[in-house]
Every structure is written in structure tokens, then in C-alpha cells.
Antibody
Framework: EVQLVESGGGLVQPGGSLRLSCAAS????????VNWVRQAPGKGLEWVSY????????YYADYVKGRFTISRDNAKNSLYLQMNSLRAEDTAVYYC?????????????????????WGQGTLVTVSS | SYVLTQPPSVSVAPGQTARITCGGN??????VHWYQQKPGQAPVLVVY???DRPSGIPERFSGSNSGNTATLTISRVEAGDEADYYC?????????????FGGGTKLTVL
């Protein structure tokens, strides 16, 4: 059974740091791309960051670029999000989410798979 | 930056058909994924690649995508379908690759 379990959330002051973890099990972790997605209280889903299976390709949303760092340890089947210079607007439930398999169409364009498995989320509250 | 537009709310009576739209510039050229999220729960993928269903998702859930609009259709709506629904695409149109979510649609079953 595929499982993703986040941890590391909590209350932190503005300007502070926090490191989130996501423990994966039930699948070949290194073969899959994974993401962090967040949801502020009462708001919609917001993508945060992506990392390829090998960890060599990384993307960030503009609103976290330069403050957050995504990483993974395939030997430990774990995904991480180091969050620095936290702001009140970073308050949210943070989910890790696995990308399903993509495919190339007849014109050679690559279609990425959707997030087929999600963790239960961990709450980050940034407040003084 | 690529923008996906969803109606904030859709209401439908039990047994009827709900259609939730997702608008985006030439979205028909992209693969659209749809998620269902119930209160206090993580999102669940209900349609991927425009119209495919993951295992365990009822056939009542279907999707289409053409031109500037993708649509999630829920047939024979049940009370348990009441939830927030989000569309999503991967935007690779610039050198800034990223996932994009629509703003979400709250489905109310009357």
C-alpha cells in the first residue's frame, strides 16, 4: 500500500525556520517525482515545489523561491522541505504528493501524470 | 503565468448531472487532472489526463478537454459527492515550469 506521511509542522515565529519531512512507503520511491502542495486555512490548493526521482531537477513557485529548499533522500525513502524566512502567509497545511506516470504523445510532447497519492498533511502556523 | 479559472460554486440535485468547468488559454493542448477534496481530508485524484479514472473512482466521474475549457462531469450525483473540486495542469510554456491549480469549485448537493 502506498503511503506518504508528513511530519515537522508546528508554530513558528515570522522570520523563523522549519523543516518538513515526508516518509514514503509501499512503492519504489526513487522512481517517482514528488511535490509539496499547501493549503492556507479556508483557501485553495497551491503548488509549492517539485523534485525529480533522482533529485537533479527541482522547481519552485515564485512565492517560495529563495526561501524554501526541497530535497530527498532515496536511501531513506524521504522527502524534505526546508523553510526559511517564514511569513504569516506561509501558514497552511503542507502536503507531499506523488506524481503519477506521464507519457509522450504522438508529437513528442510530454504529459505529466497527476498527483496520484497524497499524504495527510502537516500544519505550519507562522505567528508571533 | 498560466491561469486556470473555475466557478466558485455549482449546485445540483441528487440524481442529476453536475458539470464543473476549468478555463485556460488553449487548455485543450494540456493534460488536465481533477481532484476532489472533502472537509478535513487530503485531495483525491478523480480524473487524470483529461478523461481517465484512477482505479476505485466510480464511472460516474468523467472528464473532457477541448479548446479553452476542460470539464469534469459527475453523473447521477450523490450526497457523498459534495466536496471541493480542483483542476490542475503542468505549465511548461515558459522556462518557469510549474504545476497550476484552479481556484476550486464547491459542489453543493441540494
Amino acid at each position: 500500500e502506498v503511503q506518504l506521511v508528513e511530519s515537522g509542522g508546528g508554530l513558528v515565529q515570522p522570520g523563523g525556520s522549519l523543516r518538513l519531512s515526508c516518509a514514503a512507503s509501499g512503492f519504489s520511491f526513487s522512481s517517482y517525482e514528488v511535490n509539496w502542495v499547501r493549503q492556507a486555512p479556508g483557501k485553495g490548493l497551491e503548488w509549492v515545489s517539485y523534485i525529480s526521482g533522482s533529485g537533479t531537477t527541482i522547481y519552485y513557485a515564485d512565492y517560495v523561491k529563495g526561501r524554501f529548499t526541497i530535497s530527498r533522500d532515496n536511501a531513506k525513502n524521504s522527502l524534505y522541505l526546508q523553510m526559511n524566512s517564514l511569513r504569516a502567509e506561509d501558514t497552511a497545511v503542507y502536503y507531499c504528493a506523488r506524481d503519477g506516470r506521464g507519457y509522450y504523445d504522438s508529437s513528442g510532447y510530454y504529459h505529466k501524470g497527476g498527483h496520484d497519492y497524497w499524504g495527510q498533511g502537516t500544519l505550519v502556523t507562522v505567528s508571533s | 503565468s498560466y491561469v486556470l479559472t473555475q466557478p466558485p460554486s455549482v449546485s445540483v440535485a441528487p440524481g442529476q448531472t453536475a458539470r464543473i468547468t476549468c478555463g485556460g488559454n488553449n487548455i485543450g493542448s494540456k493534460s488536465v487532472h481533477w481532484y476532489q477534496q472533502k472537509p478535513g481530508q487530503a485531495p483525491v485524484l478523480v480524473v487524470y489526463d483529461d478523461s481517465d479514472r484512477p482505479s476505485g473512482i466510480p464511472e460516474r466521474f468523467s472528464g473532457s478537454n477541448s479548446g479553452n475549457t476542460a470539464t469534469l462531469t459527475i453523473s447521477r450525483v450523490e450526497a457523498g459527492d459534495e466536496a471541493d473540486y480542483y483542476c490542475q495542469v503542468w505549465d511548461s510554456s515558459s522556462d518557469h515550469l510549474h504545476w497550476v491549480f484552479g481556484g476550486g469549485t464547491k459542489l453543493t448537493v441540494l
